[in-house]
């Protein structure tokens, strides 16, 4: 039996768009997309965990393991923990519902880390990206990374900041981070009980709660994919972004 289980948190009730699982993208729900990403890895099994009967019922209509995480949970990462409650696995994958695109070699990039690298707590993936106008969207995560690919900082804003702007800095590419966690369960249950700390209020990024307190974050190093959605706007992004990148020609 695998050792390594993958849980898609999947929240019917969001905020911005409510739904947008289940939104059709190109003749599938959007959670769809990610669960086949995930399914194709053979890592082990991928169970969906929401809080909504709905989420259960589309889940097995194209053959998908859901289960009913509390309401109470607070963010994705609480109901990944939750949904590995009793399970044996002891690397679990948190991929996000709302990333269509995310790559079955992001995945597999994330979980062979965590597998290799013992002084590893948690996995997580970015890209290198030029210096371009993207570098200043706080919506994109920029991350900051050591030569080992220790990550020793996320942030909204542009980081690292460029002083001189010489034409050999200008040429050095910034860290996007891509959503996407695998923990030892030893480090999902220790970060789940942290408080929230001081960087991750003002950031309001989780992964910053794991630094404060002195856990290691890797970063696998990935090609970039398409849009995660969040909005009415995304979507009609991401359907653009599949005929042109995805659909069979």
């Not at 994958?93 to 990039?109: H, M, S, Y």
């Not at 994330?110 to 997580?124: E, F, H, N, R, S």
């Amino acid at each position: 039996m695998s050792n390594l289980l993958i849980v898609i948190p999947a929240r019917y009730g969001s905020s911005r768009l409510p739904g947008k699982i289940l939104k059709p993208l190109c003749g599938k729900p959007v959670i769809q997309h990610v669960y086949e990403a995930c399914k194709n890895t053979g890592l082990g099994d991928v169970l969906i965990a929401t809080e909504a009967p709905l989420v259960v019922e589309a889940a097995a209509k194209f053959g998908a393991t859901a289960i009913l995480t509390s309401d109470a949970c607070k963010s994705g990462t609480d109901r990944v923990f939750e949904a590995a409650q009793n399970r044996p696995e002891q690397l679990i994958i948190n991929v996000q519902g709302d990333e269509p695109f995310i790559k079955t070699e992001t995945v597999l990039a994330v979980a062979q880390l965590l597998q290799q690298d013992p002084t590893c707590d948690i996995a997580t993936a970015a890209f290198a990206r030029p210096d371009d106008e993207q570098v200043d969207d706080p919506n994109i995560v920029k991350a900051v990374l050591a030569k080992n690919g220790r990550a020793l900082y996320f942030s909204r804003s542009r980081v690292p900041y460029k002083r001189e702007k010489t034409e050999e800095n200008l040429r050095v590419p910034y860290w996007h981070h891509c959503g996407i966690y695998g923990y030892r369960r030893a480090a999902l249950e220790r970060f789940v009980h942290l408080p929230e700390s001081p960087l991750e209020k003002l950031e309001r990024l989780e992964q910053l709660r794991a630094l404060e307190d002195g856990m290691v974050i890797k970063c696998a190093e990935i090609s970039p994919s398409g849009p995660a959605i969040d909005t009415a706007a995304d979507l009609a992004a991401a359907e653009a972004y599949y005929l042109k990148h995805c659909a069979p020609r």
